[in-house]
C-alpha cells in the first residue's frame, strides 16, 4: 500500500530543478526560501512539509537543519554561485546547496 508521504516524494521528485542564485534572489526578496541542510534529502524534507508533518518539520527547524535562508548566506550564494537544488512547496521553495 502506498501511503500519502510515499505518492507526495515521488510527485515533488519529479518537480525538482538546479537553479541559479539569480533566478532565486527575488524570491529570497520576499522572504519564500527555505535552506535545507545537506545532511537531510531535500525531496523527503518536502514532502514532509506538504503532508503536514509538523511533527518532523518542529524538529529539523529546532536543530536548524531546516530554517529560512539568512543573509550571510545569500550573500556567500551571491558571491560563489553554487549548484542550488529546489523544490516548491507553496508559498515556499526549499533549497539546498549541491557539492558543498
Same mark, same amino acid.
Given at each position: 500500500?502506498?501511503?500519502?508521504?510515499?505518492?507526495?516524494?515521488?510527485?515533488?521528485?519529479?518537480?525538482?530543478?538546479?537553479?541559479?542564485?539569480?533566478?532565486?534572489?527575488?524570491?529570497?526578496?520576499?522572504?519564500?526560501?527555505?535552506?535545507?541542510?545537506?545532511?537531510?534529502?531535500?525531496?523527503?524534507?518536502?514532502?514532509?512539509?506538504?503532508?503536514? =508533518?509538523?511533527?518532523?518539520?518542529?524538529?529539523?527547524?529546532?536543530?536548524?537543519?531546516?530554517?529560512?535562508?539568512?543573509?550571510?548566506?545569500?550573500? =556567500?550564494?551571491?558571491?560563489?554561485?553554487?549548484?542550488?537544488?529546489?523544490?516548491?512547496?507553496?508559498?515556499?521553495?526549499?533549497?539546498?546547496?549541491?557539492?558543498?
Amino acid at each position: 500500500m502506498t501511503t500519502p508521504l510515499e505518492l507526495m516524494r515521488a510527485k515533488l521528485n519529479t518537480e525538482t530543478a538546479k537553479a541559479d542564485w539569480a533566478e532565486l534572489l527575488p524570491f529570497f526578496a520576499k522572504g519564500q526560501l527555505i535552506l535545507v541542510s545537506s545532511q537531510l534529502d531535500l525531496v523527503e524534507v518536502a514532502a514532509h512539509i506538504a503532508t503536514n =508533518d509538523t511533527a518532523n518539520v518542529h524538529a529539523w527547524m529546532s536543530s536548524g537543519q531546516l530554517i529560512k535562508l539568512d543573509d550571510e548566506t545569500a550573500m =556567500d550564494w551571491e558571491q560563489r554561485k553554487p549548484a542550488i537544488w529546489t523544490v516548491v512547496v507553496a508559498p515556499w521553495i526549499l533549497v539546498q546547496e549541491r557539492g558543498h
